[in-house]
Structure formats: structure tokens, C-alpha cells
């Protein structure tokens, strides 16, 4: 099953992804458009940005969006900042990149074959941008953690996930957990307070996932 899904944007920089995966091809960058513009007049300015972190979690590479013709020669997608085409440059689903934005009127659109099995992330020691790798709205909650023994559980408080609110400001973490005291079982997300989370991230929307090693994945449940 094929089809598409668009994300708001916001005025400033939020974290974004692809919400689809390819059809008989590797996702790229490519994969995720912009609209919000009007096509026939084509976007030439530079204030569309994406941020793209290499594996390790360290060099940082931006391209800008443009969709314009100049000299006959047409420029739609993304460019680095010497002006090469980084359309085709890998961007895996689940993987999450940091865009920017003049204003909210502009959306990321992301099209391709709809996931029909979980979608495992990685993390990184350190934290990792995690959006939505779906094209429907998903409670934080079917969002698990793997990569320790299931048998001993996982009751430190060093997996954890920071959601920003629709505006973009105020920060809320929740952290993982997966254990039995006392005859309750906790698994999970949780609050400081211990309070299980009621959240849900719409298509595309990314959280910032935090873990002491990069033996750990996040699991996003299948779309369909």
C-alpha cells in the first residue's frame, strides 16, 4: 500500500522524518519534499533548512531547500552549502533530521510504501532524534525499548525521551522503564513524578531519545 502524508512545520527549527518507506528502493533525502508554496512560482530562497547528522552523532551537515529554474537548469530539492545535490544522499526511516523554517505555512511531505512490520532505531550514546516513522498518529506508549535482557528487565532511570509541545517550547521527559516491585509491573514511559505517559506523536513527529550506551533501540510499531 502506497501513499503520502504532510507535517506542519513550525517558525524556527523542529525535528522531522520520513514517514514512509520506499517502494523496491533505499529511502533518501530526496524522499522528503517541502510544500506550502506556490509551485508555479518556485522557492529560490535559503530559508528552508535540514540538518543531517552523520552515524556517530557528530558532524553536521545542512542542505537548503530550492525549487527554482535558473539558465535552463532546474534546482528542486536539497543542496549543501557548496550547491551540491543531496537528494540522493541516504536517509533511513526512523532517522531524524533538524529543520528550519521561515514560518509555519510550510510542511514536509513524505511519500512511499506504507511500513508493515516495526521500525527498530538505533541509539547512540548520547541523545538521538527520533520522529514518528509513520503515517498515523501512534501513543508514546507502543514506542518500546530494546537492546537489554528481558528476563532482568530495566528499572535505571538512564533511558530517556524529551517531547517538545506543538510551539515548540515548553519540554517534557519521560523515562523508560520495565520492572516489577512489589507486585506492580512498570513498563514503559514515566514521568519525573511516575506518571505514565498519555502522549501521542503525530506523523513525522520526533522525539529526543537519550541512552548511556548504543547497545539500546527504540521500536516503532508497524503502521498497519
Same mark, same amino acid.
Given at each position: 500500500?502506497?501513499?503520502?502524508?504532510?507535517?506542519?512545520?513550525?517558525?524556527?527549527?523542529?525535528?522531522?522524518?520520513?514517514?514512509?518507506?520506499? !517502494?523496491?528502493?533505499?529511502?533518501?533525502?530526496?524522499?522528503?519534499?517541502? !510544500?506550502?508554496?506556490?509551485?508555479?512560482?518556485?522557492? *529560490?530562497?535559503?530559508?528552508?533548512?535540514?540538518? /543531517?547528522?552523520?552515524?556517530?552523532?557528530?558532524?553536521?551537515?545542512?542542505?537548503?531547500?530550492?525549487? $527554482?529554474? +535558473?539558465?535552463?537548469?532546474?534546482?528542486?530539492?536539497?543542496?549543501?552549502?557548496?550547491?551540491? +545535490?543531496?537528494? +540522493?544522499?541516504?536517509?533511513?526511516?526512523?532517522?531524524?533530521?533538524?529543520?528550519?523554517?521561515?514560518?509555519?505555512?510550510? /510542511?514536509?511531505?513524505?511519500?512511499?510504501?506504507?511500513?508493515?512490520? /516495526?521500525?527498530?532505531?538505533?541509539?547512540?550514546?548520547?541523545?538521538?532524534?527520533?520522529?514518528?516513522?509513520?503515517? @498515523?498518529? @501512534?501513543?508514546?506508549?507502543?514506542?518500546? !525499548?530494546?537492546?537489554?535482557?528481558?528476563?532482568?528487565?530495566?528499572? +535505571?532511570?538512564?533511558?530517556?525521551? *524529551?517531547?517538545?509541545?506543538?510551539?515548540?517550547?515548553?519540554?517534557?521527559? $519521560?523515562?523508560?522503564?520495565?520492572?516489577?516491585?512489589?507486585? !506492580?509491573?512498570? $513498563?514503559?514511559?514515566?514521568?519525573?513524578?511516575?506518571?505514565?505517559?498519555?502522549?501521542?506523536?503525530?506523523? *513525522?513527529? *520526533?522525539?529526543?531519545?537519550?541512552?548511556?550506551?548504543?547497545?539500546?533501540?527504540?521500536?516503532?510499531?508497524?503502521?498497519?
Amino acid at each position: 500500500m502506497v501513499g503520502y502524508a504532510s507535517a506542519e512545520l513550525q517558525q524556527g527549527s523542529k525535528g522531522a522524518g520520513l514517514t514512509f518507506a520506499g !517502494v523496491s528502493t533505499a529511502t533518501k533525502l530526496g524522499d522528503l519534499t517541502i !510544500v506550502g508554496y506556490d509551485p508555479e512560482t518556485g522557492y *529560490s530562497d535559503a530559508e528552508i533548512f535540514c540538518s /543531517k547528522l552523520d552515524a556517530a552523532g557528530g558532524s553536521l551537515t545542512t542542505y537548503f531547500w530550492y525549487d $527554482y529554474e +535558473d539558465g535552463g537548469v532546474r534546482y528542486r530539492g536539497w543542496f549543501d552549502e557548496e550547491g551540491n +545535490d543531496g537528494n +540522493d544522499v541516504e536517509l533511513a526511516l526512523g532517522e531524524g533530521l533538524w529543520i528550519g523554517a521561515p514560518n509555519n505555512t510550510f /510542511k514536509t511531505q513524505s511519500a512511499g510504501q506504507v511500513t508493515t512490520e /516495526k521500525t527498530p532505531v538505533r541509539l547512540r550514546q548520547g541523545s538521538t532524534l527520533c520522529p514518528n516513522p509513520t503515517p @498515523i498518529t @501512534i501513543s508514546l506508549n507502543s514506542v518500546v !525499548v530494546t537492546g537489554y535482557d528481558p528476563n532482568a528487565g530495566y528499572s +535505571d532511570a538512564e533511558i530517556f525521551c *524529551s517531547k517538545l509541545d506543538a510551539a515548540g517550547g515548553s519540554l517534557t521527559t $519521560y523515562f523508560w522503564y520495565d520492572y516489577e516491585d512489589s507486585g !506492580v509491573t512498570y $513498563y514503559g514511559w514515566y514521568d519525573e513524578e511516575g506518571n505514565e505517559a498519555d502522549i501521542t506523536l503525530a506523523p *513525522s513527529e *520526533s522525539i529526543w531519545v537519550g541512552a548511556p550506551s548504543n547497545s539500546f533501540y527504540v521500536e516503532f510499531p508497524a503502521a498497519m
